[in-house]
Structure formats: C-alpha cells, structure tokens
C-alpha cells in the first residue's frame, strides 16, 4: 500500500505553528499551513496580492527570472479580475456540455485500451502526458494532431533535472504560443486563440499580450496537476483493488471519490501572494512586499477539519477541500479536471481488472523545512483486462 | 414531493418540486441560474448559496459548522444563507421560497 500513499509532511509545523518558512532563490517564502487561516488568506486580496508589479513572484518556485508575460486571470487582482475572468468562465465551462463529454470519453477510452493491450506501461510519458494533451485539445477546441508536439516536449517541458525552473524550456512554449496566436490573427477560427482575440473587455479588445497570459496560463496550470492527478489515481486503484470493485458496484459515490481523490492528491501543492501591508498570521509577523504562500496540500489534511484526515475516504460527504484553491483564483480548469477524472474512473471500472505497479520513481518536491511527494516521475504498470 | 420556489438575480421565480437529492441538485436538474453546484455537493465550492426566506429559517435550520466556515467567506453572505447541496429534499420543505445569492 505503500506507493500509491501521499503523506503529509506538514503536520507538525502546522499544529505547532501554523505556519513554515522555505527559501527560494532568495525571496523566502512563508507558507500558511491551516485550513482556516489558508481560506482567510486567499479571500483577503487586498493584504496577499496576486496581481503586483513583479510578474511571477507569486509563482512558488519564482518565476521572476523567466516570464515578463502577465498571467490572466492568474495575476490580475479584482476588480479587474472579474472582467477578464467573465470573458473566460464561459469557455471553461463547456466541458459540462455532452458533446465535450464524448469527445474526451473517446480520448480516455483510447489511451485505456492502448494500456490494456501492451505488456506493461510506463504511466507518466504513455498514459497521462497523453491523455492530458489530448484532452486539451478539446478544451482549446484545436485539431486532435495538435497533441502530438505537446506530447514530444515531455514532462519537463517548465522544469529540467537540476533545476526546478529552466528559461530555454520555457521559452519553447512561449514561442509555440506566440506562433499559433499569429496565426489566430491572420486566420481566425473557433478556438480558444482566436474566441479570446475577438472579445472584448471593458469596450477594447485583448490584446495579442493579454491572449498569450491566458493561453500560457491554460498550458502550464493545467499540465503537471492534471498529469499528477491521473497518475496518482493509476497508482491508488492499482493499490487498492477494492476500491475500484467498489466504484464499480456503486457508481453513485463516483462524485464524492473524485473529490475525495483531489484532496488526498492535491496536485498543486500551494500558490504564492505578495503581502502589500505590514501584518501577521498565526501571531506571526509579516512584513510588506515579502510573500507568503497558501499551501493547499497541508490545509487538505487540517485534522480540524477532516477526519481522518490522512486517509481516502471515497463516500466522504462533507469535504471542504481547497485542491483547487478558494475565492477569487479557484481553479478555472476545475471544470475539465472533473470531467477527465469522471471519465477515467469510469472507463476503469468498465474496463480494467486490476494494475500492478512494477516499478516506480517517486516526484519529490523539495520546500526547504518540507519534502512532499507529489506524484511520480515514472511508474511502470500492468494493466489487466477486465 | 416538495415544491420549492427560486427567485433568481435575473428577477425570475421558478417553482420546481421534487422528492429526492439535494435542493443543489433539484436545482441544478432545472437549470436555475446561479446554481452551478461545481462540487457535486460536498461542501467545498459555495456555487450553490441561496438566501432562505426569513420566515422560513425553521424549516431549513440553521447550516453546521463546516457549512457555516465555507459561508463565512462568501461576499453575499447574510443571516440566512445556506449552502442548497447541504439542505435534503424533503416533504419538511414544501414551499420554501429561496433567493439564489448570485
Ligand atoms: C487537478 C487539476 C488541477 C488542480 C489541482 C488545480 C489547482 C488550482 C489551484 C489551487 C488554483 C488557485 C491558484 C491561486 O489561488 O492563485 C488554480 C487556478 C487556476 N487554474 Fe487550476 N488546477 C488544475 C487543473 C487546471 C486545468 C486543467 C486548467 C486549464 C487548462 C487550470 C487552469 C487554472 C487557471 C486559469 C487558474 C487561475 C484562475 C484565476 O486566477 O482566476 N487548472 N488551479
Ligand atoms: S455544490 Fe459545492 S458547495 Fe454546494
């Protein structure tokens, strides 16, 4: 039961303190670590900004070095947020639609049978990267091919091996963006490029900038959570058997087992903000212009909270997890992140017997005072057929 | 059966009756506007808030701990909102009159 387990490393600076400190590239970085005080932080925006002058500094690890590009809604505080986030929130929510549905059904079936009919499978590179590129193009609404380049830079396409943070790989995405927006412009169709080019915010057009902040942002927060959360749960099923057996004898707890999954998971482990005033949290002091963080993962375990916190409990009624964050930022791709993890389970338990994890590198993050696993870095599986 | 009113921010009043599931869930079957439900119901995304009528606060009851937490951070929070996937359909609420809250 081992591998599949993500533990939970900030407990007892979470109960003692409230709070953790972690250095990174020399803008440290304090990290809240209740539920509570995690909710009342990114609620309080005007004290813990998003939208300051330094265009990726709230990003953990920082992304000042590597980005002058603004990411919308991302980094735009209200109330300009709302107007930019209205022009999007529409477009986000067509995954509820059935045609979407069946789309990326088509998707998860294929990149399930492909699993089923090899001997084993490395589930990181073969099966989510893919399906995760895949997927997103039906949220971009651009040809199925389109995949495949996305699919070649690999996992690492922002990170390299030693360090968490590489401009050439960046820029590789930057430049791809930057090339299909000008084709948007010369030729415009009905994707997400040229739907945002032609709208409207306030009375004037975006502008092929404000554009590639959202396009940029689509691609990168919607990438290694979504690939995280896929693996994570090939992992977890492939681990627990009966979990799967149950799911596919009540399919009604599907809903509270997504959620559930998502918090245990947390693929995004915390989000940053600039402290604009001199103030505290947890009696600690804080002063302008330093960052802290809100630490989704540690907050998704505040015992205070959940009860056995530590534990996935798949029929968990009640569970006010911040996986995809709270207030004003949540997640503008919760939407499609559902469906994929709605479509995946169900597709499972249509099709697989059981998996076995042969072998596996585990995803560790390092936050100074923390180390927390956020997934793997390969894991190879055999997958049975039903 | 239970009929459940929803004046929604457009000004319009739908009145929709159901037995089973979640008030979030009856109103997300008839599409009331402002009910997004983006959490299926487990108390962790408030699009489902709505403002129970005053007089009728005795037939909801007042929202638990964990509701109330969630609630406290919403910007249109008053004396009597409620999260609707926290409330049950039930014969107990026919007639309650909501006011969705987005
Ligand atoms: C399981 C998968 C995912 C998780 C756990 C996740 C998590 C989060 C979290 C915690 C935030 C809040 C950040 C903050 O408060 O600053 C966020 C925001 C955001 N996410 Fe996701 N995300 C996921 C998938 C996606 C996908 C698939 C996309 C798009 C393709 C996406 C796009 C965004 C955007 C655009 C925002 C910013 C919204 C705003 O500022 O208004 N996410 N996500
Ligand atoms: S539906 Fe998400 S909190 Fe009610």
Same mark, same amino acid.
């Given at each position: 039961?081992?591998?599949?387990?993500?533990?939970?490393?900030?407990?007892?600076?979470?109960?003692? @303190?409230?709070?953790?400190?972690?250095?990174?590239?020399?803008?440290?970085?304090?990290?809240?670590?209740?539920?509570?005080?995690?909710?009342?932080?990114?609620?309080?925006?005007?004290?813990?900004?998003?939208?300051?002058?330094?265009?990726?500094?709230?990003?953990? $690890?920082?992304?000042?070095?590597?980005?002058?590009?603004?990411?919308?809604?991302?980094?735009?505080?209200?109330?300009?947020?709302?107007?930019?986030?209205?022009?999007?929130?529409?477009?986000?929510?067509?995954?509820?639609?059935?045609?979407?549905?069946?789309?990326?059904?088509?998707?998860?079936?294929? /990149?399930?049978?492909?699993?089923?009919?090899?001997?084993?499978?490395?589930?990181?590179?073969?099966?989510?990267?893919?399906?995760?590129?895949?997927?997103?193009?039906?949220?971009?609404?651009?040809?199925?091919?389109?995949?495949?380049?996305?699919?070649?830079?690999?996992?690492?396409?922002?990170?390299?091996?030693?360090?968490?943070?590489?401009?050439? @790989?960046?820029?590789?995405?930057?430049?791809?963006?930057?090339?299909?927006?000008?084709?948007?412009?010369?030729?415009?169709?009905?994707?997400?490029?040229?739907?945002?080019?032609?709208?409207?915010?306030?009375?004037? @057009?975006?502008?092929?900038?404000?554009?590639?902040?959202?396009?940029?942002?689509? =691609?990168?927060?919607?990438?290694?959570?979504?690939?995280?959360?896929?693996?994570?749960?090939?992992?977890?099923?492939?681990?627990?058997?009966?979990?799967?057996?149950?799911?596919?004898? !009540?399919?009604?707890?599907?809903?509270?087992?997504?959620?559930?999954?998502?918090?245990?998971?947390? $693929?995004?482990?915390?989000?940053?903000?600039?402290?604009?005033?001199?103030?505290?949290?947890? !009696?600690?002091?804080?002063?302008?212009?330093?960052?802290?963080?809100?630490?989704?993962?540690?907050?998704?375990?505040?015992?205070?909270?959940?009860?056995?916190?530590?534990? /996935?409990?798949?029929?968990?009624?009640?569970?006010?997890?911040?996986? =995809?964050?709270?207030?004003?930022?949540?997640?503008?791709?919760?939407?499609?992140?559902?469906?994929?993890?709605?479509?995946?389970?169900?597709?499972?338990?249509?099709?697989?017997?059981?998996? !076995?994890?042969?072998?596996?590198?585990?995803?560790?993050?390092?936050?100074?005072?923390?180390?927390?696993?956020?997934?793997?870095?390969?894991?190879?599986?055999?997958?049975?057929?039903? | 059966?239970?009929?459940?009113?929803?004046?929604?921010?457009?000004?319009?009043?739908?009145?929709?009756?159901?037995?089973? &599931?979640?008030?979030?869930?009856?109103?997300?079957?008839?599409?009331?506007? &402002?009910?997004?439900?983006?959490?299926? &119901?487990?108390?962790?995304?408030?699009?489902?808030? /709505?403002?129970?009528?005053? !007089?009728?606060?005795?037939?909801?009851?007042?929202?638990?701990?964990?509701?109330?937490?969630?609630?406290?951070?919403?910007?249109?929070?008053?004396?009597?909102?409620?999260?609707?996937?926290?409330?049950?359909?039930?014969?107990?609420?026919?007639?309650?009159?909501?006011?969705?809250?987005?």
């Amino acid at each position: 039961m081992e591998k599949s387990k993500i533990s939970d490393p900030f407990k007892k600076a979470r109960l003692e @303190k409230g709070f953790g400190k972690m250095n990174d590239q020399n803008d440290p970085v304090t990290m809240i670590l209740g539920h509570k005080d995690v909710r009342k932080s990114a609620h309080n925006w005007k004290t813990f900004q998003s939208g300051g002058e330094e265009v990726g500094r709230i990003v953990v $690890p920082s992304e000042v070095h590597i980005r002058d590009t603004r990411q919308i809604p991302f980094e735009v505080d209200p109330p300009e947020h709302k107007g930019y986030r209205d022009i999007v929130e529409p477009w986000f929510k067509r995954p509820l639609e059935a045609k979407y549905q069946e789309n990326l059904s088509q998707i998860i079936n294929n /990149v399930v049978d492909e699993a089923l009919s090899k001997e084993t499978i490395e589930v990181v590179e073969e099966f989510a990267l893919k399906l995760q590129s895949r997927a997103l193009t039906i949220l971009l609404n651009v040809p199925p091919e389109k995949a495949d380049l996305w699919i070649s830079w690999g996992t690492h396409v922002f990170r390299s091996e030693d360090t968490a943070l590489d401009s050439s @790989k960046a820029n590789i995405l930057y430049d791809y963006i930057d090339a299909e927006l000008d084709k948007a412009i010369a030729n415009p169709g009905n994707d997400l490029y040229s739907v945002l080019l032609a709208s409207e915010n306030n009375g004037t @057009k975006l502008t092929k900038e404000e554009a590639k902040g959202v396009m940029i942002l689509t =691609f990168a927060g919607g990438r290694d959570t979504v690939i995280n959360a896929v693996t994570n749960s090939i992992a977890y099923f492939a681990e627990h058997p009966q979990a799967l057996e149950r799911l596919r004898d !009540e399919p009604e707890i599907m809903n509270t087992a997504i959620e559930e999954l998502i918090r245990y998971f947390s $693929p995004l482990t915390q989000m940053g903000r600039v402290v604009t005033e001199d103030t505290q949290v947890c !009696e600690h002091a804080l002063k302008a212009q330093s960052r802290i963080s809100m630490c989704w993962a540690s907050a998704n375990r505040d015992e205070r909270v959940f009860e056995k916190a530590n534990e /996935v409990v798949l029929d968990r009624k009640v569970n006010p997890h911040v996986a =995809f964050g709270f207030g004003t930022h949540n997640c503008l791709g919760a939407t499609h992140a559902r469906q994929i993890m709605r479509i995946l389970l169900t597709v499972l338990t249509q099709k697989v017997k059981s998996m !076995e994890i042969l072998d596996c590198e585990e995803n560790i993050e390092n936050l100074d005072e923390f180390k927390r696993k956020v997934g793997f870095d390969s894991i190879q599986v055999k997958f049975n057929k039903l | 059966m239970a009929k459940i009113t929803f004046i929604t921010s457009d000004g319009n009043t739908t009145i929709v009756e159901g037995s089973t &599931g979640s008030v979030m869930e009856l109103a997300v079957q008839n599409k009331i506007k &402002g009910i997004d439900g983006d959490c299926g &119901g487990v108390c962790s995304c408030a699009t489902c808030h /709505v403002h129970v009528n005053p !007089e009728q606060w005795d037939k909801t009851g007042a929202p638990d701990e964990l509701e109330n937490d969630m609630l406290e951070f919403d910007d249109n929070v008053s004396e009597y909102s409620r999260l609707s996937c926290q409330m049950k359909v039930s014969e107990d609420l026919d007639g309650l009159i909501l006011t969705v809250a987005k």
